[in-house]
């Protein structure tokens, strides 16, 4: 690590030559934390394979390559963003259209929800809700190893902002959608914070597309607060052409009581990279971390789990599953670390992999850091195939060999999907999955986002 | 309908079927007895067309078709159901979804149009009320965190649902406490017809005193020892399979 | 039951390792320090060949080149290789192998360890090869499976005897270039057993080496060499201690199996070097390369071994299954008390087709202790049919120690099963409550369930060294906790 590989001077470069240009139109607190960060992606610089959590994943093809790199939206975008619309049958969402990482749109900047809920860009927030802002942003999205959340930090500087004050309950969720289009390659980064105060209870589902076929690097930044006896869902659905490359490095933070869920569905893009960190930091939080992928071709799927259980009785609980045909290839890296006195943790991790074709590769490393006795934690992972048996008893019920193969894949993408609370965009989920394992085009008939 | 003519069988080399040769008519039920490791289940395997068991000889002929030709699927549709000994849990895919694809394969094959989801579910519930199955266990994954007794009598349901010609219940019984027994037995009852046949493979007489069989063979060591009417499963209760083996030393000395 | 607890803990914490003593032999030492004379004189002290000594100096000139390893999860005090000595050797060591040629000091040392250097001693079917320090000083049974056609000698008189067995089976597992301290190892090993079973025969006993390391300062770089050809099979053992001594003594070993076609070796190992006192000064470090080849179709390795001992272990135990049909297994029981760190577990690399592997490792963490477990399966794109099962249980005795699992799962074959599972809890006080209401003290409550824990791994073990090991399980641990 200690050497800087060229990769990483370019983006040393990249800051240098821009961040009066991205400090100009940025809110002054965001600014004050770019210095620092970028001090320590200089030290950390572009995770290479010999940093332990990406011993599976290959940066460079994406992050060696010249982009035209995006800094601020202009006039045409906002009409574009204008036109996107997504229709999930029976979805009845807040719809938050994100486009190359900005909120571009002509009207307000944010919006105001029944019950004081605030919906829309981060740097408005940061300059109409100072209070609430700096009291989380930058909290959460620490690490000591990984140069890209430093790099965001560094260089981020809008996304979307949620707030949701203490008891509210949203009963729409809040939809978010990623849109990435250029005439040229590009790269972009958004930060986003989500809030939910003191036994609120929402909602996020954050929808990952590509609209143009050009080479596409998205590096995405997400915090979240919980407070106490809140509950609060994220569900990311990712479906991006092969060209693209997609991390996201979510920061959940909660606090006592509290219960959350993130189901993270990977269904199309080049390379995927999800970080996911949980925080439980305080007593009696509940986790639930999902994560399904389906890659073919030469996609290539990572999923990074961290559970940090900081204090006593909490309880986590980790299910991945990947299905990899063709060549492609997919990691799991999954941790659970047990803080000293987390006594009382309940910890549990499930990862799950089907390899359909000889080319294909699947690594998985699944982890316990233990530093606490009175605990139950016990993790389970495998790679393998579908299973003959039920091959044969699908098959002797009078369904064809294809159609008992679909249908066990299905079922087992279903169990990570059957945890997403929301009915209308499970059943679009389903459907979308089957349409994958079909091999057709998975997308929402009526959308207007070329996949695949 | 089934005409199984010395039909020789083995699993990884080691033969287990050994010459059986065996007829079903229609509206017949017979029953199979015979002690652990006499080559039942493997019959049920081989008739039902699982791979890991290597023909080696024989022909099973199927409403004068060569039944060893046609994969599983093609054979359940053509009426052939087997009742596993062990059901396989599936996790993900629900009971309905199952049963609904299941039940229209059936239907595209006879030339109907698929059933309405309506229609479906109207015979899911006639179905439940007729083999006494819980209603909540067709909202589960296929048999996933059944107990044993649940996924016999899910078996049965299966059964109902898809209306085989010939049924091939492998040791439906082993298990099963004296209520979900009866439930089970019941069922079949309620199946059978003039026109459809069963095969009860078994190794108690316990499940004959439900389902009165026409014929019951007795197998032992892959062969077919012994056929009788329904009074040899009596006296096989009475004696023994040690009786059978007895009988069968001395005949070969 | 809390206070129970901590008394229990701190019982355990003052075990005492009764191997610790110090035994006066007169020895032949070198100066301390490492450099090429160093490797040189080595090599001179004990006659060797051109072409070992050639083979000593490339892996030097490569050591030279490289950097010792750091891990995130292991804390290692820096190891100063110029302040140890890389040879000593009780002196007038005779070459006759009558037992009356042993100094008597050394002797006691060894009646005192329990380990027989007469033959018609208690452990009849077991023969033993006992290392002290750099040398082997008494093989036993030699003649007996000389009969046989095994040869069965220390690894110096094989570089004599046998050098063309040496020259074409040494570094042929574990190249000289392999890790840091697998090319410490090859330019300074001063020696180590040999073991070759010829083709289609199955050794009738039990063939074991005892290391002892006696003098201060001193490091330990044994080298173990065991073929299995053809049809052959074979049990090793391998037991260790050391004196108790303030500093920190490296132990930097080579074991490398080969099994040919329809080949079998179990190799078990029960580690009890001097672990360090409670407040974790001075202890052994045990930084060990071993590693198998399953070579021919249908070999067998099968790794066992009881880490009790040491105050940082670092080795995985590997098999390399390039046979098709070939079977690795990893049994493995680490304990780490008071200030003691592991590290291990095992690779177990699919090469050949429908190749199995087992691996069951079983962690006990008590006082300050930190356990990993780390292993790596890897299926190969042409390992059709690779099954591999793990099982990886930690068991934690007291709130200040912890205990790992690190598994990596690579596989590039779809048909492929590789399947991992892991628990990680405490001693179960219901268990504990049960003992006790049948009269049972909590602490011998704890001596049960704790061996119940490992029997699994216990029950790979020769007979005649489970008990021992069960025995040592329970010292390490003396009535640990609830």
């Known amino acids: 690590m200690n050497e800087k590989p060229v990769m990483t001077e370019k983006y040393l470069g990249l800051y240098k030559d821009n961040i009066d240009k991205i400090s100009g139109r940025s809110s002054p607190f965001i600014n004050t934390f770019r210095a620092d960060a970028f001090d320590k992606f200089s030290k950390l610089g572009i995770p290479s394979k010999k940093n332990e959590g990406y011993k599976y994943t290959n940066l460079s093809t994406f992050f060696d390559h010249d982009y035209e790199s995006y800094f601020m939206p202009v006039q045409a975008d906002f009409l574009k963003a204008e036109k996107f619309r997504c229709e999930v049958t029976d979805l009845d969402a807040h719809g938050i259209v994100l486009l190359n990482g900005f909120y571009p749109t002509l009207k307000e900047k944010l919006v105001q929800l029944p019950s004081g809920i605030w919906i829309g860009s981060l740097n408005e927030a940061a300059i109409r809700f100072p209070e609430i802002f700096e009291k989380h942003f930058g909290k959460y999205a620490k690490s000591e190893t990984d140069g890209l959340i430093h790099l965001n930090t560094a260089m981020a500087s809008d996304g979307v902002f949620v707030y949701v004050p203490e008891g509210v309950t949203l009963t729409r969720p809040v939809q978010v959608v990623n849109l990435v289009q250029s005439d040229y390659d590009m790269f972009n980064q958004h930060r986003n914070l989500i809030i939910a105060e003191k036994n609120s209870n929402f909602s996020i589902i954050i929808c990952d597309h590509t609209l143009s076929p050009q080479k596409f690097l998205t590096n995405a930044v997400t915090e979240v607060f919980v407070g106490e006896n809140a509950h609060f869902d994220i569900i990311r659905v990712q479906n991006e052409h092969n060209n693209a490359c997609k991390i996201t490095n979510t920061f959940i933070h909660q606090e006592r009581n509290s219960v959350t869920s993130s189901n993270n569905i990977t269904l199309h893009g080049g390379l995927i990279r999800n970080s996911t960190y949980h925080i439980l930091a305080g007593e009696g939080a509940e986790s639930y971390s999902y994560g399904l992928f389906l890659a073919d071709k030469w996609q290539h799927v990572d999923n990074f789990v961290n559970v940090d259980h900081v204090v006593p009785n909490c309880t986590s609980n980790q299910l991945f599953k990947g299905v990899l045909d063709d060549m492609s290839t997919g990691a799991f890296n999954g941790r659970i670390l047990v803080r000293p006195g987390a006594q009382g943790t309940l910890a549990y991790q499930k990862n799950n992999n089907i390899i359909l074709t000889d080319d294909a590769k699947m690594d998985t490393k699944p982890q316990l850091e233990i530093f606490a006795d009175d605990v139950k934690c016990s993790h389970g992972a495998t790679i393998g195939q579908i299973d003959e048996d039920a091959l044969f008893y699908i098959q002797s019920r009078g369904i064809n060999k294809r159609e008992a193969r679909l249908m066990l894949m299905f079922g087992f993408a279903h169990e990570v999907i059957q945890n997403i609370k929301i009915e209308p965009l499970r059943d679009r989920m389903d459907n979308l999955v089957m349409q994958r394992l079909k091999g057709e085009l998975s997308r929402c008939a009526s959308c207007m986002v070329k996949c695949g | 309908m089934l005409v199984i003519n010395n039909l020789k069988a083995s699993i990884d080399g080691k033969n287990i079927l050994k010459g059986i040769s065996l007829e079903i008519k229609p509206g017949e039920i017979h029953a199979i007895m015979g002690p ?95 083999v006494e199955i819980d209603s909540k266990l067709a909202n589960r994954s296929v048999n996933e965190g059944f107990s044993g007794g649940e996924k016999k009598k899910n078996e049965i349901f299966q059964m109902a649902m898809l209306e085989p010609k010939l049924a091939i219940l492998d040791e439906t019984d082993s298990g099963l406490d004296i209520d979900a027994l009866r439930i089970v037995a019941n069922g079949v009852n309620k199946l059978k017809r003039p026109d459809n046949s069963f095969i009860v493979i078994t190794h108690y007489q316990r499940l004959l005193d439900y389902i009165v069989p026409d014929i019951v063979h007795v197998l032992y060591d892959g062969r077919i020892v012994k056929t009788a009417g329904k009074e040899l499963a009596f006296e096989l209760e009475e004696k023994g399979y040690d009786w059978i083996k007895k009988e069968i030393e001395n005949t070969v000395s | 039951m809390e206070k129970d607890q901590d008394k229990i803990i701190s019982d355990v914490t003052t075990t005492e390792y009764k191997y610790g003593f110090y035994s006066d032999i007169e020895m032949d030492r070198i100066p301390k320090g490492l450099s090429e004379e160093v490797v040189r004189l080595i ?139 697998a090319t410490l190892n090859s330019a300074v090993f001063s020696d180590g057993s040999f073991c070759y079973i010829p083709k289609g025969v199955r050794c009738p006993m039990e063939l074991s080496t005892y290391f002892r390391i006696n003098s201060a300062n001193t490091g330990q770089f044994e080298r173990t060499l065991l073929i299995a050809d053809e049809e052959a099979y074979v049990s090793y053992l391998e037991g260790c201690t050391a004196p108790s001594r303030d500093e920190n003594q490296l132990h930097a070993a080579i074991v490398e199996i080969v099994a040919e076609k329809n080949a079998e070796v179990k190799y078990s190992t029960v580690q009890n070097w001097y672990p360090g006192d409670k407040d974790g000064k001075g202890g052994v470090y045990n930084f060990v390369t071993k590693r198998g080849m399953c070579k021919g179709e249908n070999s067998k390795i099968s790794w066992t071994q009881i880490e009790t001992g040491s105050a940082i272990t670092w080795k995985y135990p590997s098999c390399i299954l390039r046979g098709d049909n070939s079977t690795g297994e990893f049994y493995s029981v680490a304990v780490t008390n008071n200030h003691q760190q592991a590290d291990t577990g095992t690779k177990m690399i699919h090469i050949g087709k429908n190749t199995k592997s087992t691996i069951v490792s079983k962690g006990i963490s008590a006082g300050r202790g930190q356990n990993s477990y780390r292993g790596l399966v890897k299926v190969l794109k042409n390992a059709t049919n690779a099954r591999n099962y793990s099982q990886c249980d930690s068991l934690l005795l007291g709130d200040k120690c912890g205990a790992h699992t690190f598994p990596y799962l690579e596989v590039d074959n779809s048909t492929a099963i590789v399947e991992h599972e892991a628990t990680t809890s405490k001693i ?48 390490s641990l003396e009535g640990s906790v609830g």
């Open chain 2, 36 to 130: 652990n490791g006499s080559g039942k289940s493997t019959l049920a395997a081989v008739l039902a067309g699982r791979e890991f068991v290597k023909v080696t000889e024989g022909t099973v002929t199927y409403f004068g078709k060569n039944l060893l030709e046609m994969a599983p699927e093609d054979r359940a549709k053509e009426g052939i159901f087997l009742g596993f000994q062990y059901p396989i849990e599936i996790p993900g895919v629900s009971m309905v979804n199952f049963m609904k694809t299941a039940v229209n394969e059936h239907r595209k094959f006879k030339g109907l149009e698929p059933l309405t989801a309506s229609d479906f579910l109207k015979m899911m519930r006639d179905k439940k009320e007729l």
């Open chain 3, 43 to 181: 090599s001179a002290k004990k006659n060797e060949p051109e072409w070992l000594l050639e083979f000593r100096l490339k892996s030097y000139h490569h050591w030279l080149t490289m950097k010792m390893p750091t891990w995130p999860n292991l804390k290692i005090a820096p190891i100063n290789y110029q302040d140890i000595i890389f040879y000593a050797a009780p002196k007038e060591r005779k070459n006759t192998g009558n037992i009356d040629d042993i100094d008597p000091e050394l002797k006691k040392t060894f009646d005192k360890l329990g380990i027989p250097l007469q033959e018609q001693k208690h452990l009849a079917g077991v023969a033993v090869d006992a290392v002290i320090d750099s040398v082997s000083i008494k093989t036993t049974f030699k003649e007996t499976l000389a009969e046989m056609g095994i040869i069965f000698c220390s690894f110096s008189d094989a570089v004599k005897e046998y050098p063309d067995l040496v020259k074409r089976y040494m570094g042929s597992v574990v190249p000289y270039t392999d890790n840091f301290f």
């Open chain 3, 428 to 475: 179960g006080e219901d268990q504990i409550f049960y003992c006790n209401q049948r009269g049972i003290s909590t602490e011998d409550a704890i001596g049960l369930i704790v061996n119940g824990y490992a029997r699994e791994v216990i029950n790979k073990l020769p007979m005649e060294f489970a008990v021992e090991a069960q025995k040592l399980l329970q010292i």
